[in-house]
Structures are given as structure tokens and as C-alpha cells.
């Protein structure tokens, strides 16, 4: 009687703990985005990214060196723990790509229940807190990143899991816990080191510099094996901004809001249409921020804001521009949003019918890669069907490896030395190493980046003679949309 009486209660307990909806919700919160991520698993095409992740997994599951941090030939691919997660995975039997973007959609269906979670904290009901969730989920940009197996999403799941331990009361443990996962972000990405400011301000402004302390040596600790790793190396976590191809000096204020337009969805045509578009973004992002930033004296606010602040000036000088960099300001953004304007229902109207109508036709834009994709595979099919054994050179040679290894392709990929040993070699040759093999695949901005060896493209910087004279050494057999095949006719005799 006594063990059935346990039962009866233990089974009481959890129906009463599942009508919580701060227990349901995020369950339901978390089902439906990783439900909604599975129903777009096969409608995004492979990425370079994720084919060189699975890649670096997979090279750790068969051949191990788990110690190494590094692990990859490819320098954009470090730090090591998105790497590990994958790896193991693939241990168990998974696919590497599939394993990728395993890794990748449990951790960033994570993201909108810590939104939940968060909203919840600022006293906002159950129903307007689940307003966040559903403004993230919308976002097109969002739903590819959440889905391909790349690392932006799982690196901001921590970063949002610190902010939650740094909101709390905070206890030794607590700064400990948040100081934990905010380098876990960083040993996913290193881009996460740019909200470590924002944490320092915060706690510096409240001028308690015994908590100050205690968060800061934690964070330096934990993450003491990269920096030292990267001190030890020419290459490490600042390897993005120290390599002699960046070329800085060119500010843009308006890119970063560009590249939020992309993720939210928006595209255009017209370029004045998109001006004018990119400055209306500009103001309401800026003004949110510092609207909220005035109205709600917390914490976790302050942090939002000056993490925003941050990202937003460094994007605008950092010559590299690619949306998913701007993934922060735009998570952040929409909590701000909720917890300033959920109570005005104009507003989060007037915005779920705006990110609804983006999103058919960025998810529409999102899913139209897979014809680039399968028109490389043709070219390297018809390759190997009439040249067997031969070596393609390439800037994205897990691309091809990937292509070769799932079509039993009898062709090998070569690494373009863009770093490690033979980077000064090629640097120093005319033909930048290109006609050492029997063909070569490319895109136009990749074929620009080696003989201009600067990114953004300085035309001033470019070897144009060099070029014309390897092009002349070339013959193109394929021109895709985006991808140019081309034969090597005249191979360059190799003088060390």
C-alpha cells in the first residue's frame, strides 16, 4: 500500500509540474523549434563550413588527437568543442554531416527557451514571454542557422545561458556558472570573446569589484588552454584579425544593419529601395536599445545593450561581412523588444505580420542553393568518369572531398596553401601554386582573393599581370553560377 501510495503522489507531482507552464512551455517551446528545424533538414544545401567541420569531427573519431586543440588544417575551423560534440557523435555511428547539424539543432532549440526563460525573469506573463520564442523562430536567417551545421547558433546558446546565471542573485556560484558558459561559447567561437566586455562594464559600473574579480579570474581560467594555445601559434582565437589578408581601415555604418535585413528575410532589387530600408533598421535597432536601456535599470538589460553596442562598431570597421555575424545583435534586439513593448499590442502585431511575410520569401531565397551545389557534383562526376585519379585544386577542398567520398568518386582534393608551411611559397609564385594540379575549382571572389591576397578586394593590391599570365595556362571547361572548373594546360615547373 505504502509503495502504490508513492506512486499515486510521485505521478500527482509531475501532472502538477506539467501544467506549470514555465515547465511546459519550454518543453513545448523546444519540441516545436527542433520539430521545425527537422521539417527543413534536407531543404538547405551543404555548406563549406559545415562540410569542414564534419570533416575535423570526423578526422577526431577515426584517427583521435582529441587533445589537439587545433585539429584541423584549416585555420577558420578552431576552437575544438563544437568539434568534440560532433566527433562524438560520429562515434556512435552518425553521419558526420547529420552529426554536424545534430549538434547544432539541440543546442540552438535551446535559444528560444532561454528567451522564454529570460522574459520570464523580467516579469513578463507566460503569454507575453512567449512572444520572443516565436519572433526568433520566424526569422529565416534564423531557421538556416539553427539548421546547418555551423557553430553561430550552439556559440550563442551559452553566451544567452550566461547571461541567464548573470542575471540571477549573484552568488559566487552563480558568477562562477555564468563566467563557465560564456567560455563555453568561446571554445565553440571565438567571436563570443566580444561579449566578455560587455559583462566587465556591467559589473564594473556597479563598482562591486569583488564580484568583478571573481567572474573575470574565472572566465580568464577557463579559458586560459586557447589563449595560451594561440600565444604559442601564429595562428590561435585572433588569427581573424591578425592575418596579413584583412585589410582594415574601411567603415561601414550601415552593414551591419544590412546584414540584420538579410537574416530578418528583407531582399531587394533596388538599391535605393534597400538604402533607405537599411536606415530605417539602423533607427529602430538603435533606438530600442537606448530606449530600453533608459526605461529598464537591470543588469541583464545593461549587458544586451552594450553587447549590441559593441558588435555593432566592431562589424561596422571589421572588413569581413557576413550576416551571421550580426546573430547577437539580433537575439538580443528581439528580447529587448518584448520586454519594452509586449504589453502594447499594435506593435507586436504589426511585427509578427511583418516577420511572417518575410520569412516565405527568405526561406524561398535560403533554399535555393542546392542547384549550385549538385551542378559541382556533375562537373566532378563527369571529372572522374573520363579522368580518373586526378588532383583539383581548390579554396574549398572539403567540398570536394565530401562530393567524392558520397559518390565513390575516383578524385582527390588539394588544399590551397592559404596558411601553414607552403603559405610564402605560393605567395611568391606567379601562378599562387594553381597549376600544380590537373584542375581547378573556384568561384570568381576566391580566384580575385589569390592574386589580390586582401579581403575586402583592393584592385590596387592585385598582381594583374600574374593572373593574366595563369588564366593564359588555363583552360575553362565549366562555367556554373557561382563555381568555374578549369583544366590545367601548362603546369608550372616547380623551383623552390
Same mark, same amino acid.
Given at each position: 500500500?505504502?509503495?502504490?501510495?508513492?506512486?499515486?503522489?510521485?505521478?500527482?507531482?509531475?501532472?502538477?509540474?506539467?501544467?506549470?507552464?514555465?515547465?511546459?512551455?519550454?518543453?513545448?517551446?523546444?519540441?516545436?523549434?527542433?520539430?521545425?528545424?527537422?521539417?527543413?533538414?534536407?531543404?538547405?544545401?551543404?555548406?563549406?563550413?559545415?562540410?569542414?567541420?564534419?570533416?575535423?569531427?570526423?578526422?577526431? +573519431?577515426?584517427?583521435?588527437? @582529441?587533445?589537439?586543440? $587545433?585539429?584541423?588544417?584549416?585555420?577558420?575551423?578552431? !576552437? !575544438?568543442?563544437?568539434?568534440?560534440?560532433?566527433?562524438?557523435?560520429?562515434?556512435?555511428?552518425?553521419?558526420?554531416?547529420?552529426?554536424?547539424?545534430?549538434?547544432?539543432?539541440? $543546442?540552438?532549440? #535551446?535559444?528560444?527557451?532561454?528567451?522564454?526563460?529570460?522574459?520570464?525573469?523580467?516579469?513578463?506573463? /507566460?503569454?507575453?514571454?512567449?512572444?520572443?520564442?516565436?519572433?526568433?523562430? %520566424?526569422?529565416?536567417?534564423?531557421?538556416?542557422?539553427?539548421?546547418?551545421?555551423?557553430?553561430?547558433?550552439?556559440? %550563442?546558446?551559452?553566451?544567452?545561458?550566461?547571461?541567464?546565471?548573470?542575471?540571477?542573485?549573484?552568488?559566487?556560484?552563480?558568477?562562477?556558472?555564468?563566467?563557465?558558459?560564456?567560455?563555453?561559447?568561446?571554445?565553440?567561437?571565438? *567571436? +563570443?570573446?566580444?561579449?566578455?566586455?560587455?559583462?566587465? %562594464?556591467?559589473?564594473?559600473?556597479?563598482?562591486?569589484?569583488? =564580484?568583478?574579480?571573481? @567572474?573575470?579570474?574565472?572566465?580568464?581560467?577557463?579559458?586560459?588552454?586557447?589563449?595560451?594555445?594561440?600565444?604559442?601559434?601564429?595562428? #590561435?582565437?585572433?588569427?581573424?584579425?591578425?592575418?596579413?589578408?584583412?585589410? @582594415?581601415?574601411?567603415?561601414?555604418?550601415?552593414?551591419?544593419?544590412?546584414?540584420?535585413?538579410?537574416?530578418?528575410?528583407?531582399?531587394?532589387?533596388?538599391?535605393?529601395?534597400?538604402?533607405?530600408?537599411?536606415?530605417?533598421?539602423?533607427?529602430?535597432?538603435?533606438?530600442?536599445?537606448?530606449?530600453?536601456?533608459?526605461?529598464?535599470?537591470?543588469?541583464?538589460?545593461?549587458?544586451?545593450?552594450?553587447?549590441?553596442?559593441?558588435?555593432?562598431?566592431?562589424?561596422?570597421?571589421?572588413?569581413?561581412?557576413?550576416?551571421?555575424?550580426?546573430?547577437?545583435?539580433?537575439?538580443? *534586439?528581439?528580447?529587448?523588444?518584448?520586454?519594452?513593448?509586449?504589453?502594447?499590442?499594435?506593435?507586436?502585431?504589426?511585427?509578427?505580420?511583418?516577420?511572417?511575410?518575410?520569412?516565405?520569401?527568405?526561406?524561398?531565397?535560403? &533554399?535555393?542553393?542546392?542547384?549550385?551545389?549538385?551542378?559541382?557534383?556533375?562537373?566532378?562526376?563527369?571529372?572522374?568518369?573520363?579522368?580518373?585519379?586526378?588532383?583539383? #585544386?581548390?579554396?574549398? !577542398?572539403?567540398?570536394?572531398?565530401?562530393?567524392?567520398?558520397?559518390?565513390?568518386?575516383?578524385?582527390?582534393?588539394?588544399?590551397?596553401?592559404?596558411?601553414? /608551411?607552403?603559405?610564402?611559397?605560393?605567395?611568391?609564385?606567379?601562378?599562387?601554386?594553381?597549376?600544380?594540379?590537373?584542375?581547378?575549382?573556384?568561384?570568381?571572389? $576566391?580566384?580575385?582573393?589569390?592574386?589580390?591576397?586582401?579581403?575586402?578586394?583592393? =584592385?590596387?593590391?592585385?598582381?594583374?599581370?600574374?593572373?593574366?599570365?595563369?588564366?593564359?595556362?588555363?583552360?575553362?571547361?565549366?562555367? #556554373?553560377?557561382?563555381?568555374?572548373?578549369?583544366?590545367?594546360?601548362? !603546369?608550372?615547373?616547380? &623551383?623552390?
Amino acid at each position: 500500500m505504502k509503495k502504490s501510495g508513492k506512486k499515486a503522489e510521485l505521478k500527482f507531482f509531475f501532472k502538477e509540474k506539467l501544467r506549470d507552464p514555465d515547465v511546459f512551455l519550454p518543453i513545448l517551446i523546444f519540441s516545436i523549434t527542433y520539430l521545425i528545424k527537422s521539417l527543413f533538414f534536407t531543404h538547405f544545401a551543404f555548406t563549406y563550413d559545415e562540410l569542414a567541420y564534419s570533416a575535423t569531427a570526423a578526422n577526431l +573519431a577515426e584517427n583521435g588527437g @582529441w587533445l589537439n586543440l $587545433f585539429n584541423s588544417e584549416d585555420l577558420f575551423f578552431f !576552437p !575544438p568543442l563544437f568539434n568534440w560534440l560532433s566527433g562524438l557523435l560520429i562515434i556512435c555511428g552518425i553521419e558526420r554531416v547529420i552529426a554536424v547539424r545534430t549538434v547544432t539543432m539541440i $543546442f540552438s532549440s #535551446g535559444i528560444p527557451v532561454l528567451i522564454y526563460i529570460l522574459s520570464r525573469n523580467f516579469d513578463l506573463t /507566460p503569454r507575453r514571454a512567449l512572444i520572443g520564442p516565436i519572433f526568433w523562430t %520566424l526569422m529565416p536567417g534564423i531557421i538556416f542557422f539553427s539548421t546547418v551545421g555551423q557553430v553561430e547558433t550552439p556559440f %550563442l546558446f551559452f553566451v544567452l545561458l550566461s547571461a541567464l546565471f548573470f542575471q540571477k542573485e549573484q552568488t559566487v556560484k552563480n558568477l562562477i556558472l555564468s563566467a563557465l558558459f560564456l567560455s563555453c561559447g568561446i571554445w565553440i567561437k571565438e *567571436t +563570443a570573446i566580444g561579449f566578455a566586455p560587455a559583462f566587465f %562594464l556591467v559589473l564594473a559600473l556597479e563598482k562591486d569589484f569583488k =564580484k568583478l574579480l571573481q @567572474w573575470t579570474g574565472s572566465f580568464i581560467l577557463l579559458c586560459s588552454p586557447l589563449f595560451i594555445r594561440s600565444f604559442l601559434s601564429h595562428y #590561435g582565437l585572433f588569427y581573424e584579425l591578425s592575418n596579413d589578408i584583412i585589410i @582594415w581601415g574601411n567603415i561601414d555604418v550601415l552593414s551591419p544593419f544590412e546584414n540584420i535585413l538579410g537574416l530578418i528575410g528583407f531582399s531587394t532589387f533596388n538599391p535605393n529601395l534597400f538604402l533607405l530600408v537599411s536606415i530605417l533598421c539602423l533607427i529602430a535597432v538603435i533606438g530600442v536599445n537606448i530606449y530600453v536601456f533608459f526605461r529598464e535599470s537591470h543588469r541583464t538589460t545593461r549587458f544586451m545593450v552594450l553587447s549590441n553596442l559593441i558588435f555593432l562598431i566592431f562589424f561596422s570597421v571589421f572588413p569581413k561581412q557576413f550576416d551571421y555575424y550580426l546573430l547577437g545583435v539580433v537575439l538580443f *534586439t528581439v528580447i529587448l523588444t518584448v520586454v519594452a513593448f509586449s504589453k502594447q499590442k499594435i506593435v507586436m502585431i504589426v511585427l509578427a505580420i511583418f516577420l511572417t511575410t518575410l520569412s516565405v520569401s527568405g526561406l524561398e531565397q535560403r &533554399t535555393e542553393k542546392w542547384d549550385t551545389y549538385l551542378e559541382v557534383v556533375k562537373m566532378l562526376s563527369k571529372i572522374a568518369e573520363n579522368d580518373p585519379g586526378v588532383t583539383i #585544386g581548390t579554396p574549398f !577542398p572539403e567540398t570536394v572531398r565530401y562530393i567524392a567520398e558520397k559518390n565513390q568518386l575516383d578524385i582527390k582534393a588539394a588544399n590551397l596553401p592559404f596558411t601553414g /608551411p607552403h603559405k610564402k611559397i605560393c605567395e611568391q609564385r606567379k601562378d599562387k601554386c594553381i597549376t600544380d594540379y590537373d584542375y581547378f575549382l573556384t568561384d570568381d571572389l $576566391f580566384f580575385l582573393v589569390l592574386f589580390c591576397r586582401s579581403w575586402p578586394i583592393i =584592385k590596387e593590391n592585385c598582381d594583374l599581370e600574374a593572373m593574366k599570365e595563369t588564366i593564359l595556362k588555363l583552360e575553362k571547361i565549366n562555367d #556554373g553560377k557561382v563555381f568555374k572548373l578549369y583544366r590545367v594546360t601548362q !603546369p608550372e615547373e616547380q &623551383t623552390y
